[in-house]
Antibody, heavy 119, light 106 residues
Framework: QVQLQESGPGLVKPSETLSLTCTVS??????????WSWIRQPPGKGLEWIGY???????KCIPSLKSRVTISVDTSKNEFSLKVRSVTAADTAIYYC???????????WGQGTTVTVSS | DIQMTQSPSSLSASVGDRVTITCRAS??????LSWYQQKPGRAPKLLIY???SLQSGVPSRFSGSGSGTEFTLTISSLQPEDFASYYC????????FGGGTKVEIK
């Protein structure tokens, strides 16, 4: 059974870069059928999809974040990563990684990791 | 961008009630619509995909319907464990979530 686990710093200073990693166990990021996604949820608010990557490194991101976001995959480590540059308090959120089966939704989620942007 | 609008944003219901949540898309998304349940402090859980297909392991009291721009999630008989927030999501062009519906105990 595929499991996902997010990891990374819980506190990031304004204007710096937020970096998170999602480790995949029980399956492979090399699977051609899936896309590997990042989603976030600000405190007390709804869900926002950030972007996804396939095992070939092709990415898609929400337009409003595209200039600040990089999503990458490391097939040798069976993990994928998120970087958000020039963060502000508005980037404070729970960040989730998830597996996306194209058109059919996000069927496996990590437990989420809280990132706070503060000096 | 495709916008997703859910209604109501919250509702109060009793155990055993039939509950319906609506999601509207700003343009046709055919049937590329998923529903999720989220409990406090937990990651979302996929309930329905392709508008009406029940995800494996999800109780049959959950059902989805609709096509084009209007969709519904129905819980036929609300159970205590169903009090949670529910989100729709379009997967037709990139991914977009609706604003969510919080189902509370009456």
């Amino acid at each position: 059974q595929v499991q996902l686990q997010e990891s990374g710093p819980g506190l990031v200073k304004p204007s710096e870069t937020l970096s998170l990693t999602c480790t995949v166990s029980g399956g492979s990021v090399n699977s051609g059928s899936y896309y590997w996604s990042w989603i976030r949820q600000p405190p007390g608010k709804g869900l926002e999809w950030i972007g996804y990557i396939d095992n070939s490194g092709n990415t898609k991101c929400i337009p409003s974040l595209k200039s600040r976001v990089t999503i990458s995959v490391d097939t040798s480590k069976n993990e994928f990563s998120l970087k958000v540059r020039s963060v502000t308090a508005a980037d404070t959120a729970i960040y989730y990684c998830a597996r996306y089966f194209f058109y059919d939704g996000l069927d496996v989620w990590g437990q989420g990791t809280t990132v706070t942007v503060s000096s | 961008d495709i916008q997703m609008t859910q209604s109501p944003s919250s509702l109060s219901a009793s155990v055993g009630d039939r509950v319906t949540i609506t999601c509207r898309a700003s343009q046709s998304i055919i049937t590329y619509l998923s529903w999720y349940q989220q409990k406090p402090g937990r990651a979302p859980k996929l309930l329905i995909y392709a508008a009406s297909s029940l995800q494996s392991g999800v109780p049959s009291r959950f059902s989805g319907s609709g096509s084009g721009t209007e969709f519904t999630l129905t819980i036929s008989s609300l159970q205590p464990e169903d009090f949670a927030s529910y989100y729709c999501q379009q997967t037709y062009r990139l991914l977009t979530f609706g604003g969510g519906t919080k189902v509370e105990i009456k």
